[in-house]
């Protein structure tokens, strides 16, 4: 299977400040089509996941400009440029290239400092 | 909008069965691949399960081989997971979501199910 790895696992934030998530793969997540098929999800508290971004960069509807997906290869990142209360949760790294199985990496906590 | 409700779930013995539904609506079921995607508590998502649109693949992760059997019906726009054999470590929400394209667009709300004595 492959291995995502997120870091860090915990991320506290000031409100209106930057965050940074990082996403590595054990193997490379081109795809033979040539697609890239990583997602990142958000679970609030309580909450199911809920998908931000896919295929790397992609924003979902109804997700804020301020969140950013980028990174190729086995390098990947997620950005929210001034977070807010309400992304308050836990981030997942998710690829999609390879099957069986579709991983998840181990989740990051973003908190309110 | 798409929905995807699971039901079914509840506190059963170790040793116990159960059998967990998923009814999907405003999307073409029979077109997609279904996942069950679990959470134990306080954990990381884990995909147990995979049923190809037409029932042809499935898929099951190791932990849950010979015990989970992943079913559909296509008619009743319903996935289905039967359980048995259930062990502590199977604790967990359960998900159902639909794969498309590498990715899981749409999750449901979650069914728990409790393996405890």
């Known amino acids: 299977d492959v291995v995502m790895t997120q870091s860090p696992l915990s991320l506290p934030v000031t409100l209106g400040q930057p965050a940074s998530i990082s996403c590595r793969s054990s193997?490379?997540?081109?795809?033979?089509?040539?697609?890239?098929?990583l997602n990142w999800f958000q679970q609030r508290p309580g909450q199911s996941p809920r998908r931000l971004i896919y295929?790397?960069?992609n924003r979902d509807s109804g997700v804020p400009d301020r969140f950013s997906g980028s990174g190729s290869g086995t390098d990947f990142t997620l950005k929210i440029s001034r977070v807010e209360a309400e992304d308050v949760g836990v981030y997942y790294c998710?690829?999609?290239?390879?099957?069986?199985?579709?991983?998840f990496g181990q989740g990051t906590k973003v908190e309110i400092k | 909008q798409v929905q995807l409700v699971e039901s079914g779930g509840g506190v059963v013995q170790p040793g116990g069965s159960l059998t967990l539904s998923c009814a999907a609506s405003?999307?073409?079921?029979?077109?997609?691949?279904m996942h069950w995607v679990r959470q134990a508590p306080g954990k990381g998502l884990e995909c147990v399960a995979f049923?190809?649109?037409?029932?042809?693949?499935?898929y099951y992760t190791d932990s849950v081989k010979g015990r989970f059997t992943v079913s559909r019906d296509n008619s009743k726009n319903t996935l289905y997971l039967q359980m048995s054999g259930l062990r502590a470590d199977d604790t967990a929400v359960y998900y159902c979501?639909?794969?498309?394209?590498?990715?899981?667009?749409?999750w449901g709300q979650g069914t728990l199910v409790t393996v405890s004595s």
């Open positions: 979501a639909n794969g498309d394209s590498g990715s899981y667009p749409y």
């Open positions: 405003g999307f073409t079921f029979s077109r997609y691949g």
């Open positions: 049923i190809q649109y037409d029932g042809s693949e499935k």
């Open positions: 193997q490379s997540l081109v795809h033979s089509n040539g697609n890239t098929y």
């Open positions: 295929k790397v960069s």
């Open positions: 998710m690829q999609g290239t390879h099957w069986p199985p579709w991983t």
